[in-house]
């Protein structure tokens, strides 16, 4: 069965520092990968997902994700944290045979 | 465009009673999902379906059942409440083309406690 590691569960960055906030993954079988975003009180968002292709991967709000097959990772980037990024996110994981796991979350602290 | 929306957002219900939870989208997806979400744990899947009419076991089904008898409601139902059903509801929804690797698109959260 497929399984997803976020080591981190929480990222400290400054305002306008790069982020990266970490996903490791585990499955049979070509991964199909996916971040999403929860703030307070809301449902998850789509930011960005890998299927096939190009192992970088851009999102929505300026969010990319690298996919690394040797070393099984798809970790989130973005080149210039704000504030408003601020939030929890999700890696999410699944092969061709299964249904989708979710990480646990690493919560994503911006400092101006 | 509502997107994905859960009712009742807040409840508190005593051990043993039963309730109904409410997703209905407006977006003419075919696949639906319930999540629930514990701290430290993520979503864990409880049932899906993949079209009116049809319902599958995520890997947390025991306890729920589920029924979708029109397109664009999922419901979700707790039978005989236990605290350990306390935590936060997700459903979500997504197209069907290409399976199920489409985005999921989420509503914002039933919160349930069991006293």
């Known amino acids: 069965a497929q399984s997803v590691a976020q080591p981190e569960d929480q990222v400290n960055v400054a305002e306008g520092n790069p982020l990266t906030v970490k996903c490791t993954y585990s499955?049979?079988?070509?991964?199909?990968l996916f971040w999403y975003v929860q703030y307070p009180n809301r449902g998850l968002q789509f930011l960005l997902k890998y299927i096939t292709g190009d192992n970088l991967v851009k999102g929505s709000y300026g969010f990319e994700a690298e996919f690394n097959k040797s070393q099984t990772s798809f970790h989130l980037k973005k080149p210039s944290a704000l504030v408003s990024d601020s939030a929890l996110y999700f890696c999410?994981?699944?092969?061709?045979?299964?249904?989708?796991?979710f990480g646990a979350g690493t919560r994503l602290t911006v400092k101006p | 465009n509502a997107g994905v929306t859960q009712t009742p957002k807040f409840r508190v219900l005593k051990t043993g009673q039963s309730m109904t939870l409410l997703c209905a989208q407006d977006?003419?997806?075919?696949?639906m999902y319930w999540y629930r979400q514990d701290p430290g744990m993520g979503l864990r899947l409880i049932h899906y379906?993949?079209?009116?009419?049809?319902?599958a076991k995520g890997e947390v089904p025991d306890g729920y059942n589920v029924s979708r008898l029109k397109k664009q409601n999922f419901l979700l139902g707790l039978e005989s409440a236990a605290p350990s059903q306390t935590s936060v509801y997700f459903c979500?929804?997504?197209?069907?083309?290409?399976?199920?690797?489409?985005?999921?698109?989420f509503g914002d959260g039933t919160r349930l406690s069991i006293l």
């Open positions: 999410a994981v699944r092969d061709v045979m299964n249904d989708m796991r």
């Open positions: 977006m003419n997806h075919e696949y």
């Open positions: 379906s993949v079209g009116e009419g049809t319902t």
């Open positions: 499955v049979s079988g070509n991964p199909y």
């Open positions: 979500a929804s997504s197209y069907s083309r290409q399976g199920r690797n489409q985005p999921q698109h």
